[in-house]
């Protein structure tokens, strides 16, 4: 069900006497609920403060993050608590509030609010001009009956143009207005409706000015800065999501004595078993019972080679059996597992990541009472002096239109949107609306390896050293086998011309490698310790032909390119620069010395990395985390920034403040660069809506600007903004 009316209570938290951020957990020991709310008006930092603390005052409330991005609230409650009743406490203090339908979690959604304020803006702009043109005649001397009919046409025009365009305003400021509240939308509506009553009034009484085309530039200025707003901060599905649609909803229970059950993964309980085949993904995390196989781990460690999976190994939820059936005794399942906590982690780190505020939302905190005071305060001073109230409120409507926020609000906005297209233009797509800031700010880079700093594609060495029956024979056994080493052995040995042997009782052996008989020996291809062999310390498979000594064949994966010149660019800049994979030491350490890194990290699983991006953050470093795999998203979300390639899966690009849509990392230097010069225009920005309104607001207060006047000014304060934002287009 839907509750009613939005807000964006932007420079108004909920009341303190109701929101104690410390309340003493009141908790019954009973494990928590979850609760998703939908915040679909929220678009400050305010808001945040607002709602988590109003929440967290709630009986029975555990505790409440916002995330902005999102729109949403996670509340974490005692049982039994509902959904509803949060909802109803929003919408009292003010706040739109849904309970989640994850089935209108769509695009479409998000597309159609965009949809609605262009389409809105469009009809202001169209307005707008008609009614300047109307007004030329007027400033050309039109008097009496000419002019009236030209202010009745202008009217008859503004008034269903304002009342359809200017909605979004409308509502917001009604919504603060019920519960007691401002917010920057009530000063913006009062000031439309002051200008559109004033001359609607001047026009019944032949009055010589009326300011129609004021108030439409209003509206029309006021929507480009909400619309340039909205496109900077593209909602995009949750990387948590992305990791709960991997969670398997139901497995294989073995009983004894009788056939398998299929049962919901959260009726499952730590030590029963359950079957998992081959091609399905793990349901839990749990330990091997029986059977043998190769698991696809990527999704935990990032790295692309299978790994053995035999009795007694440890297996994780999301992992994909590859080769063959397995029983495994559960250790943790659903909400316990690691997929799950994964999943948080990412919730919760893009929860925090949200929680930066611009310049702007400081500014607006105290933008709304300053101005209505200043508006009344002219009104009451020229009403006791002139003793007029037209005159008075003449000079009151000018003053609410003068100060109105159209420089503030595009301050951010406009500069994001020309840095991003110079950025695009360069191979990189900006997604975050505040990630220019924050890029502007990093002081340590951290890098995944596999997929990221390589192009995660393992490519044999050099064959020329091989003898030619070795390679006859690896290529007849790997020609068996959709193994990512076993197909690159294949690629290269066709490439070298290299012809099959003739290799019989050709089988797979789950976990182990392939096996085969030729000229009656037993021939192998696979890991070292089924073949007995000593391990080279990188990636490699080995081949044994009974009687002779194994054979090793390494592989290599190739660096990104412009890999080499980004981590240089960066050091000369002066900053840190880490390698943390979950790849084996030995290869991380190939790496690390091929790129120029000297501080790395192997064995590292999501965990480690998130926990190693938030240690950077407490020491005080602004970490910038470049990584391209579904183990890499809680460490991105962690970050102060975060880049994805656009290799990267979806669930890493979502979570993701930046894109890079080449596949030469060269530009990530050039990148801060520019994101440095973009916080350089938003300071300048903000310096020119200051200077502004340092000007403009004292001559409105003395009665020299008229709310046509005080429009135009306006409008030029907004123009002079998006221009200084569009130097950044040059070069």
């Known amino acids: 069900m839907a509750v009613h009316i939005s807000a964006c ?12 951020a410390g309340k003493a957990y009141r908790g019954n020991g009973a494990p928590a609920e979850r609760i998703m709310l939908s915040l679909p008006q929220i678009y400050c930092g305010a808001c945040i403060s607002g709602v988590e603390r109003g929440l967290a005052a709630q009986e029975g409330v555990r505790s409440a ?28 203090i003010g706040f739109e509030a849904y309970e989640l339908d994850p089935g209108q979690l769509t695009s479409t959604a998000t597309d159609k609010q965009g949809k609605d304020l262009l389409m809105r803006l469009g009809v202001a702009g169209f307005a707008m001009m008609n009614v300047m043109l109307l007004s030329v005649a007027v400033w050309s001397g039109a008097t009496d009956a000419t002019r009236d009919l030209f202010h009745w046409i202008s009217a008859g025009i503004a008034i269903p143009t304002i009342g359809f365009s200017s909605q979004v305003f409308f509502r917001s400021a009604w919504s603060a207005l019920r519960v007691g509240r401002l917010n920057m939308d009530v000063p913006i509506s009062l000031a439309i409706l002051l200008a559109l009553g004033m001359s ?39 990387a948590a999501e992305e990791l709960a649609a991997l969670e398997v909803p139901r497995a294989s229970r073995v009983v004894d004595g009788a056939e398998d059950e299929q049962v919901a993964v959260s009726d499952l309980r730590p030590g029963d078993i359950v079957r998992v085949v081959p091609g399905a993904r793990v349901p839990v995390d749990g330990i091997v019972q029986a059977g043998e196989s190769e698991l696809d781990r990527s999704l935990l460690t990032g790295e692309s080679l299978p790994v053995a999976a035999a009795p007694d190994v440890t297996v994780s939820a999301g992992e994909v059996n590859l080769t063959g059936p397995l029983k495994i005794r559960v250790t943790a399942a659903g909400r316990d597992s690691s997929l799950h906590r994964m999943a948080d982690l990412v919730a919760i780190a893009e929860t925090a990541r949200n929680r930066y505020t611009s310049l702007a939302d400081k500014a607006a905190a105290i933008y709304a009472p300053v101005v209505h005071l200043l508006a009344l305060a002219a009104f009451l001073f020229w009403f006791w002096y002139s003793g007029d109230w037209r005159v008075a409120m003449n000079i009151a409507v000018a003053t609410l239109i003068i100060t109105c926020p159209c420089a503030l609000g595009l301050a951010v906005p406009a500069v994001t949107t020309a840095a991003s297209g110079r950025l695009f233009k360069q191979g990189m797509l900006l997604k975050s609306a505040t990630a220019m800031e924050r890029l502007s700010e990093v002081t340590h880079v951290v890098f995944d390896k596999t997929g990221t700093l390589t192009e995660g594609k393992p490519v044999v060495d050099d064959l020329s050293g091989h003898k030619a029956h070795d390679l006859s024979v690896a290529l007849a056994l790997a020609e068996g086998s959709s193994h990512p080493l076993a197909q690159s052995l294949t690629r290269a040995a066709h490439a070298a011309g290299i012809q099959p042997a003739n290799v019989m009782d050709l089988r797979e052996v789950p976990g182990k490698g392939l096996e085969g008989r030729w000229q009656e020996r037993t021939v192998r291809l696979g890991r070292a310790e089924w073949l007995g062999a000593n391990a080279v310390g990188q990636t490699a498979t080995y081949l044994a032909i009974s009687g002779a000594k194994p054979v090793v064949f390494t592989f290599t994966d190739a660096l990104r390119p412009g890999v080499t010149e980004a981590i240089a660019a960066l050091k000369a800049k002066g900053m840190g620069v880490t390698l943390i994979s979950g790849d084996v030491p030995a290869a991380v350490a190939d790496i690390a010395g091929r790129v120029g890194v000297m501080d790395w990290h192997a064995d590292t699983l999501p965990e480690g990395k998130a926990e190693f991006v938030a240690r950077l953050g407490k ?13 890499d998203t809680a460490a991105l979300a962690a970050a102060h920034v975060s880049i994805s390639p656009a290799s990267a899966l979806e669930a890493a690009r979502v979570v993701s403040d930046i894109v890079l849509l080449g596949k030469s990392m060269e530009p990530l230097s050039s990148a801060i660069d520019m994101s440095k010069a973009a916080t350089r225009r938003i300071k300048e920005n903000f310096a020119i809506a200051a200077g502004y309104n340092a000007i403009a607001i004292p001559i409105a207060l003395i009665g020299l600007a008229t709310p046509l006047a005080a429009a135009l000014a306006m409008s030029t304060s907004s123009v002079s903004v998006s221009l200084n934002a569009l130097r950044l287009r040059k070069g």
């Open 200 to 238: 609607l009034y001047e026009t019944m009484h032949s009055g010589e000015h009326a300011y129609f085309d004021a108030a439409l530039s209003l509206t029309f200025f006021l929507l480009a800065g909400r619309y340039l707003d909205y496109r900077t901060r593209a909602v995009a599905r949750s």
């Open 9 to 20: 209570p932007a420079c108004d938290a909920a009341p303190l006497a109701e929101a104690q």
């Open 65 to 92: 993050r916002v995330n902005l991005t999102l729109k949403r609230a996670t509340v974490e409650v005692d049982p039994g608590l509902e959904a509803q009743t949060l909802a109803d406490y929003l919408v009292g």
């Open 619 to 631: 020491a005080g470093h602004k970490v910038l985390m470049v990584g391209d795999g579904l183990n």
